[in-house]
């Protein structure tokens, strides 16, 4: 079973998503969440979980820096934003840093 961490400062996204989202049929079980950077940061390398699912713009640390901190200690991690900002510079420098999806809020 994969090992997914939720980190987003929207506290009823992260809600949603671990309740929505039907983890289990997908082999995935959500094994942390976080509501900022820094706290994302320090769970995933407490967790070393095989997927995280993020937002951009968060207290502490953004997403974006939280994930560079991230990419060369665990490269093999599928790192996804899911991210109410639109603007183009946020998802190039995402792809740059290897993320795999770049979602837009609100997100089906």
Same mark, same amino acid.
């Given at each position: /079973? %994969? ?8 506290r009823?996204?992260?809600k949603?998503l671990? *309740? ?11 094994v942390?969440? !976080? %509501? ?13 979980? =095989?997927?995280?699912?993020? =937002? ?11 994930? !560079?901190?991230l990419? *060369? ?5 599928? /790192? ?6 639109? =603007?183009f =510079?946020?998802?190039?420098?995402a792809?740059n840093l290897?993320?795999?999806? %770049?979602?837009?809020?609100? *997100?089906?």
């Amino acid at each position: /079973m %994969y090992k997914v961490v939720l980190v987003d400062d929207e506290r009823l996204i992260v809600k949603g998503l671990s *309740s929505v989202v039907p983890w289990a049929e997908m082999d995935c079980q959500v094994v942390g969440t !976080a %509501y900022d950077g820094a706290g994302g940061l320090a769970l995933i390398r407490q967790l070393q979980p =095989d997927i995280v699912l993020t =937002d951009i713009r968060m207290p502490n640390m953004d997403g974006l820096t939280m994930l !560079a901190a991230l990419r *060369s200690e665990y490269p093999g991690m599928q /790192m996804s934003v899911l991210t109410a900002y639109r =603007d183009f =510079d946020y998802a190039r420098q995402a792809l740059n840093l290897g993320v795999c999806r %770049y979602l837009l809020k609100p *997100s089906n």
